[in-house]
């Protein structure tokens, strides 16, 4: 055999196993296949199996469930016709009951009824009688008066005859008697009362004045024109006064205060006779000191925002007043007056600490004589409002301070006893006149006033009005106690020889008008400034 019928037979031998192992599997797979057939027919009918069972068991559920319901169902219906017949019981015992007592109240009514009817048939019957008896006494009465009248006119004639008088005389001789006499009692009587009452009201006024000043526990008061300024070190002096004195010559004119720089260590005087120039002047100072940029224009930015702050603190120091009195619907204009009055003097004394004094004593003396303690302590503390603007406006305290209480609405019993402090006019209340005594009582105190620093500052004040009505006037400052007048004027309105002749004509004005010591320098400053900004 040749190689080629080997590779014949090896090919058909192979092709033949192929074959045997090719039939053995697919017969091995379709075995397999019947296998997971009749698994899969055998778990489908357990899964239709189960379904079932859980089919039925939620059928079974969902009777049980709709039985339950349909029991409760009636049982509720049952629960609620037992309440509904038990409502309509208890409704029927109280219609019973309800026509039960309106039995009741029937029959009791018409025994009252008849009780009521026997009443009035006795009562007519009483006034029946009543009537005869009336009669009969009147006919009594009647018979009497007559009698009566008979015996007095024979009476009054036997005593005609025996005094010799007529009835209409003796009269008159009575009268005269009883009338002297009555007079007499009566003057003596009056006499005592008086007697009694002005010694009582003596000692009663002392008590009470006694009581009041007792109350008043307030400070002495000491004059002062002067404000010391302390400095961080001396050094600062001379940024005070700047170069070539621009610095406190800006600080003069802006503030109107007087600045002393002396050999006193670490300390600057600030001189002027108004408190408020010198207390702006002082806030101002200290404040440029504290921010260590000192020349002319942050002196007037300063100035002018210390002033407006000042006013503000002042508004703040007349509601403090006013809510310590208790006075919460005070005008917030008069509250601001109120304020101001903490740097007005009179005769050195403060005119805030003053009205509240007053205050205070007319508030405890209407206390005690029980009259209107509100009134009174209203008119104190506002007795002096008018002396907050009586520098800036024309007429005496009293008037300005009458026409500012009007305008904001106060009382006619505040606006009276406010005008009768000093007694120009006649107290017509009581509160009145203890707002004049509260007044007398807060100046008379020892160390209240003193009479020289009220003087010297009138004089600087008439200083200073004398520029009232000149053209061109913005500022004008009486400083180094009054031996300068400074007048600053605006650039537009005057111009150089303006200047001169103005100094000229006040000087002959304060030489003709004004009594003074030694001689009053009289300066007139004019400023332009031209702005322009660089863009």
Not at 368 to 397: P, S, W, Y
Not at 398 to 403: A, C, D, I, P
């Amino acid at each position: 055999m040749n190689p080629a019928s080997y590779i014949a037979i090896a090919v058909a031998a192979i092709l033949f196993v192929a074959a045997v192992v090719f039939f053995v599997r697919a017969t091995k797979a379709r075995a397999n296949a019947d296998q997971a057939r009749a698994l899969a027919d055998l778990e489908a009918r357990k899964v239709l199996e189960t379904a079932k069972l859980q089919a039925e068991a939620e059928v079974r559920r969902a009777q049980s469930t709709a039985q339950k319901a349909e029991l409760d169902a009636k049982e509720h219906l049952l629960k609620a016709r037992e309440a509904v017949d038990e409502e309509v019981a208890r409704r029927r015992n109280e219609l019973v009951d309800l026509e039960k007592r309106l039995l009741t109240k029937e029959e009791s009514l018409d025994r009252k009824i008849g009780t009521a009817e026997k009443r009035e048939q006795d009562a007519e019957n009483r006034s029946k009688n009543l009537d005869k008896r009336e009669k009969h006494v009147d006919e009594i009465e009647a018979e009497a008066q007559k009698e009566a009248e008979s015996l007095v006119v024979a009476q009054r004639a036997k005593l005609e005859q025996i005094a010799g008088l007529t009835t209409e005389q003796a009269k008159k001789d009575l009268i005269r008697d009883l009338e002297n006499e009555a007079r007499l009692e009566a003057t003596g009587l009056i006499r005592r009362i008086e007697e009694d009452a002005v010694d009582n009201a003596q000692m009663k006024a002392k008590r009470l004045l006694a009581m009041t000043t007792q109350r008043m526990a307030s400070d002495y008061v000491a004059e002062t024109t002067v404000t010391v300024l302390d400095l961080p070190s001396d050094e600062m002096k001379g940024r005070i006064i700047g170069r070539e004195g621009r610095n406190i010559r800006a600080v003069e004119a802006a503030t109107g205060v007087d600045i002393i720089i002396d050999d006193t260590p670490e300390a600057v005087l600030l001189s002027s006779f108004d408190p408020i120039r010198r207390e702006v002047a002082r806030r101002a100072l200290e404040r440029l000191i504290q921010d260590g940029r000192i020349h002319p224009a942050r002196i007037e930015e300063v100035v002018e925002k210390v002033r407006a702050e000042l006013w503000e603190d002042l508004k703040k120091t007349g509601e403090a007043a006013a809510y310590e009195f208790g006075i919460a619907d005070l005008h917030p204009e008069l509250v601001k007056l109120l304020g101001r009055l903490k740097y007005r003097t009179s005769y050195g004394q403060s005119v805030l600490q003053h009205s509240k004094e007053v205050a205070w004593a007319a508030c405890h003396m209407a206390s005690e004589l029980k009259v209107d303690v509100a009134v009174a302590k209203r008119a104190g503390i506002l007795h002096d409002i008018g002396k907050a603007i009586d520098r800036e406006q024309e007429g005496t305290h009293l008037e300005l301070g009458r026409q500012l209480l009007k305008k904001y609405g106060e009382s006619e019993a505040v606006i009276h006893g406010m005008e009768c402090h000093h007694g120009d006019y006649e107290p017509r209340t009581i509160e009145a006149v203890l707002v004049n005594a509260a007044d007398a009582i807060s100046a008379a105190r020892p160390g209240a006033r003193r009479e020289i620093i009220e003087t010297y500052v009138k004089r600087l004040e008439k200083l200073e009005q004398m520029t009232q009505g000149m053209k061109g006037v913005e500022k004008t400052f009486a400083i180094q106690a009054g031996r300068e007048l400074r007048v600053i004027v605006d650039a537009k309105q005057v111009n150089d020889a303006d200047c001169f002749w103005m100094s000229k004509d006040l000087a002959k004005r304060i030489q003709s008008e004004l009594q003074y010591p030694g001689q009053i320098r009289i300066t007139v400053i004019r400023e332009t400034r031209a702005v322009e900004y660089a863009k």
